[in-house]
């Protein structure tokens, strides 16, 4: 009975290992780190340091909607690596205020993360995905790359 417990606690942990290796989560790194996910290997690089993606806000349009300002962005992820990205992790903070909850399309946002929808089969070498919010004030959010699966 015991040599069966321990086989599949062993089974157990080498699942929950390999889980883990097969993708990067955005706290699996410290601050002003990227978690990135390449050939399975994890590697914690600094956020200047991500060279092969950018993502860029465009500011569309604002206007006053009953005395309060809005502004429409758009936002592009764009693939300049050699490998298509199969997910991506991009965090805001506080300065984030979406007008309401229809405010945020064509990405996943949950906890302060952006993720590429379910439906996207990731961003193709020399590609881009791009996504939108209208978002309380004229100033642009922060957005912080966290983490990137290869």
């Known amino acids: 009975m015991i040599s069966w417990f321990t086989l599949v606690l062993v089974v157990i942990s080498v699942?929950?290992?390999?889980?883990?290796?097969?993708?990067?989560?955005?706290?699996?790194?410290?601050?002003?780190?990227?978690?990135?996910?390449?050939?399975?290997a994890k590697h914690c690089i600094l956020q200047n340091d991500v060279h092969n993606l950018a993502v860029t806000q465009v500011m569309e349009k604002t206007w006053v909607e009953n005395g309060k300002n809005f502004t429409l962005y758009r936002v592009h992820i764009i693939?300049?690596?050699?490998?298509?990205?199969?997910?991506?992790?991009?965090?805001?903070?506080?300065?984030?205020?979406?007008?309401?909850?229809?405010?945020?399309?064509?990405?996943?946002?949950?906890?302060?993360?952006?993720?590429?929808?379910?439906?996207?089969?990731?961003?193709?070498?020399?590609?881009?995905?791009?996504?939108?919010y209208i978002d309380h004030g004229v100033k642009a959010p922060n957005l912080y790359i966290r983490s990137i699966n290869f």
């Not at 699942?15 to 399975?40: E, I, K, R, T, W």
């Not at 007008?99 to 070498?125: C, K, M, Q, V």
């Open 79 to 132: 693939n300049f690596g050699v490998k298509t990205l199969k997910h991506i992790s991009i965090q805001t903070d506080s300065t984030l205020d979406p007008r309401d909850n229809t405010s945020i399309w064509n990405i996943e946002f949950h906890n302060g993360f952006f993720t590429l929808p379910f439906y996207s089969f990731g961003i193709p070498a020399g590609g881009e995905f791009i996504f939108g």
């Open 15 to 40: 699942s929950v290992s390999s889980a883990s290796m097969g993708f990067c989560d955005p706290n699996d790194c410290g601050v002003d780190q990227v978690c990135m996910l390449d050939n399975n």
